[in-house]
Nanobody, 122 residues
Framework: QVQLVESGGGLVQAGGSLRLSCTAS????????MGWFRQAPGKEREFVAG????????YYADSVKGRFSISRDNAKNTVYFQMASLKPGDTAVYYC???????????????WGQGTQVTVSS
């Protein structure tokens, strides 16, 4: 079992940046493909980014491509989500997740953290 804990959320002005972190207790994150999801009020949960176990491959949803960057530091048991050029539409609860897949950065996610609130003001 692994416990995922997100941090770094908060209030930021449109055009600003914010970095989210996800740390694991228990089994190390290096064993898993990792990803970030978000859910805004009244909307379905959206998969926005994934990263391979070694950090060499990444995937981004069109909604965040070119603005957000996922990375990881397995020695620190941490995955990051650097968010730039933030828009009010990015306001959501952001969740870190681990995947059961050995190859897909999109499919196989089976566990999420508690989430951290990101609010972007206009």
């Amino acid at each position: 079992q692994v416990q995922l804990v997100e941090s770094g959320g908060g209030l930021v002005q449109a055009g600003g940046s914010l970095r989210l972190s996800c740390t694991a207790s228990g089994r190390g994150l290096s064993s898993y493909i990792m990803g970030w999801f978000r859910q805004a009020p009244g909307k379905e949960r959206e998969f926005v980014a994934g990263i391979s176990r070694g950090g060499t491959r990444t995937y981004y949803a069109d909604s965040v491509k070119g603005r957000f960057s996922i990375s990881r530091d397995n020695a620190k048991n941490t995955v990051y989500f650097q968010m730039a050029s933030l828009k009010p539409g990015d306001t959501a609860v952001y969740y870190c997740a681990k995947s059961t897949s050995s190859y897909s950065l999109v499919n196989g996610y089976d566990q999420w953290g508690q989430g951290t609130q990101v609010t972007v003001s206009s």
